[in-house]
Structure formats: C-alpha cells, structure tokens
C-alpha cells in the first residue's frame, strides 16, 4: 500500500478531507497516492494534519509527532531506532529563483536518515536540515520542489564553492558560489543558463548583508523527473 494512502486510512481522514485541507484538486491528489512526488510545501501542510512525512517520503516509521502548536515546542531530536539520525526540516525557503525568508526557531518536520550511510558519506559529525528549493534558476541541477539535505557552516571557509544555500539581505536562495581570494568576494551563478551570475563584494560581507549558510550535499527528494 502506499505510504501516504495508509497514513491517510491510519488517521481516519478520506481523501476529500485531505485534498480539500491542503488545497489541491481531487486529481492531484489521487496522483499522490498513486506514487507521484509531492511538493515539498504540500509536505509540510500533510505534517500539519498528522502525516508521518519521514514514512511518506522515505517508506520509513518515525516516531515523530504531528506538526501542532504543542509539537513544534519538542527540541529533543529522538529516533525511533539507534542505528537512525534525525534530521529536522525548518520553515526555512531556499529559493532557486526569486527567493524567501521564513525562518522558525523550532522544526516542521523531521526525516530519519541511516546513521551508517551518513558516515560512510562523512555526513554524520555535520550539522544537517532539510531545506526546499524553491524556482528553476538552478535546473537540472536542482529543480522547484526538490527536497535537499543541507550541512549548515560557522565557518565561511568550509564553503568556498559548491552548490550552496546563501542569504543576501532578506531573501535565501540556492546557487552556486566560488569564492574570489583577490577580492575576498564571491562569483554567484546559476546553472540555468537563462538566470544571469554577480558578484557579491567583501564590502557587502562585512557589513551582514552576505552570508554562506550551508552546503547542499544531496538531494533527498526530486520533485520530478530530471531530463
């Protein structure tokens, strides 16, 4: 049985109370249960009524609560196995395009990733979240939807180049960076070719308007089929 199906049946919700509360067609919604992706925002609206998102998107029991008013308080970040890492999912956008700034202090979600693949892909000593991307400016690299695996920095040196998820001002997107020596700015491009690169300067890093926030390390989820 599908996973997202069978949370449905396991909270007693048909699919009218479903589709109807997150605010999309009857059509797309059968899709979903038929094994179509679904957009990492539909997601989180899904956590919102009492969907296990870890075992919709990965086929995997949490013991994770219910996004509410009440669970968004929990900050211990427990597993339903030891040999299981939680990774949480903040209301944090990263735009591939245009760009959004909705930080929360607590997590909307929560997905459990095996413990031994993130050693064996020296993942597990980083500090990891879950972040969306928003916008095509980054296709096929990444693509609208996309749910990516993010290792957050403290340290600016720790990313250079790479596919990085950046703030500029109030906005937060994901592009790809490399860093200037000479000028101690960055070169920031798209790899959509139809999106124009810039460069940001050292002046606008020391004043707190730049700043490299993490490294996106894998895709999670893709949206949809990449060409």
Same mark, same amino acid.
């Given at each position: 049985?599908?996973?997202?199906?069978?949370?449905?049946e396991?909270l007693?919700?048909?699919?009218?109370?479903?589709?109807?509360?997150?605010?999309?067609?009857?059509?797309?919604?059968?899709?979903?249960?038929?094994?179509?992706?679904?957009?990492s925002?539909?997601?989180?609206?899904?956590?919102?009524?009492?969907?296990?998102?870890?075992?919709?998107?990965?086929?995997?029991?949490?013991?994770?609560?219910?996004?509410?008013?009440a669970?968004?308080?929990?900050?211990?970040?427990?597993?339903s196995?030891? =040999? @299981? *890492?939680? /990774?949480?999912?903040? #209301?944090?956008? &990263?735009? !591939?395009?245009? +760009?959004?700034? %909705?930080?929360?202090?607590?997590?909307?979600?929560?997905?459990?990733?095996?413990?031994?693949?993130?050693?064996?892909?020296?993942?597990?000593?980083?500090?990891?979240?879950?972040?969306?991307?928003?916008?095509?400016s980054?296709?096929?690299?990444?693509?609208?939807? =996309? @749910? *990516?695996? /993010?290792?957050?920095? #403290?340290?600016? &040196?720790? !990313?250079?180049? +790479?596919?990085? %998820?950046?703030r500029?001002?109030?906005?937060?997107?994901?592009?790809?960076i490399?860093?200037?020596?000479?000028?101690k700015?960055?070169?920031?491009?798209?790899d959509?070719?139809?999106?124009?690169?810039?460069?940001?300067?050292?002046?606008?890093?020391?004043?707190?308007r730049?700043?490299?926030?993490?490294?996106?390390?894998?895709?999670?989820?893709?949206?949809?089929?990449?060409d």
């Amino acid at each position: 049985m599908n996973p997202l199906r069978e949370e449905r049946e396991s909270l007693g919700l048909n699919q009218k109370d479903v589709f109807e509360a997150i605010e999309v067609s009857k059509g797309t919604y059968i899709r979903w249960e038929a094994g179509k992706p679904i957009p990492s925002d539909k997601l989180s609206e899904l956590a919102k009524l009492g969907f296990d998102i870890n075992y919709v998107v990965t086929g995997c029991k949490s013991d994770s609560l219910p996004v509410t008013a009440a669970s968004t308080q929990i900050t211990a970040l427990q597993t339903s196995h030891a =040999d @299981l *890492t939680a /990774v949480p999912q903040y #209301d944090l956008a &990263a735009s !591939a395009g245009g +760009g959004a700034l %909705v930080i929360a202090e607590h997590p909307i979600a929560r997905f459990e990733l095996s413990t031994r693949w993130l050693q064996q892909n020296n993942l597990h000593n980083k500090k990891l979240t879950v972040v969306p991307v928003r916008g095509d400016s980054m296709e096929h690299t990444l693509c609208d939807g =996309d @749910l *990516t695996l /993010v290792s957050l920095i #403290d340290d600016p &040196a720790d !990313a250079r180049e +790479g596919v990085c %998820v950046l703030r500029f001002d109030d906005e937060i997107f994901v592009k790809r960076i490399q860093y200037d020596f000479k000028s101690k700015g960055y070169n920031i491009t798209s790899d959509n070719n139809a999106y124009s690169g810039f460069f940001v300067e050292a002046d606008d890093i020391s004043a707190g308007r730049f700043s490299v926030l993490g490294r996106v390390e894998r895709v999670l989820q893709r949206a949809r089929k990449v060409d």
